[in-house]
């Protein structure tokens, strides 16, 4: 049996570790909206919004881009941006007026929805973020459709494609995120990958990440058998996978002992991020002995 000073320790865990949860911000899903989900927004609100019908596979493989979308939104507080879906069978009138007839289609809303335009050519991850005026700094996602290589810039975090990958990665150092819109993993990696890319600013090193989706091919030729797959790329070629945990202070620590050099030189360097976890796990256990001594 526990005396009343073991069930206090108890008590006072729990109680701390709702603390700790508590300070996570809630992941805010994509929320369906009807016409007057406009009106009584404020002036300054901006409405990005998938008009789908159900059934419609073209609709559900957008709203898994928008749910990225959305994680990459809240990292960098945007909270004058919803992100929102609205249901053309059921608001057909609505849908009639603004003259949409091909699904999926976005729309940009704005003044209290007395403004609004729509988004043509591919809807990806870059095209929604210039629609908004999003302008790639500060940690956001930086990336283009065309066949170039993109030169990369600390601080940001490149969208790579199968078309700017080979080129991009064919001389420097890049830590890489692949990924898939459907991996919930990945969806709650994306703000820490951003900080991630601002934490290593005033470093030589491209924070980059791969749509395993969109860039099959690219994620087939690193043998990337699940996601999301972290791996440190030097000139092109995969020098070593980080399997370690996905707090911000562990892909830093990795990524310097990585950039120091240290990796090859001293095999001591290889388990710094292990050996870390380990003082943690044993401070936890030796207290957790205490309580129940």
Known sequence: MLGKTGMCLITF???????????FPKRQWLIPLNPDSFKSSSDNQTFLVEFYVPNCKSCASLRLELDYFLTILEAGSNTNITVGTLDCIKH???CH?????????VGIFQKKGEQHRFIDGSLNLQTLQQSLGLHNSGGEFVGRDSNDALLCEPGNVYHL??????????????????????CVHCNQ????????AKAMKGNDICVAEVDCLASAAVCRSFNVAQVPHIAWLRNGEKVEVYTGPRELQYLEEFARVMMGEKYHDDERNLSIITIKMANDLSL?????IYIFR
């Open 92 to 94: 057909g009138n609505f």
């Open 13 to 23: 865990l729990i109680l701390a570790s709702l603390v700790v949860q508590a300070k």
């Open 284 to 288: 936890m256990l030796a207290f957790m």
């Open 189 to 196: 990696l994306a703000p820490t990958w951003i900080a991630l």
């Open 161 to 182: 494609t199968s078309g700017t990958f080979t080129q991009t990665v064919a001389s420097g150092v890049f830590f890489i995120k692949f990924y898939s819109p459907k």
């Open 97 to 105: 007026e603004l003259n949409v007839t091909e699904y999926p289609t």
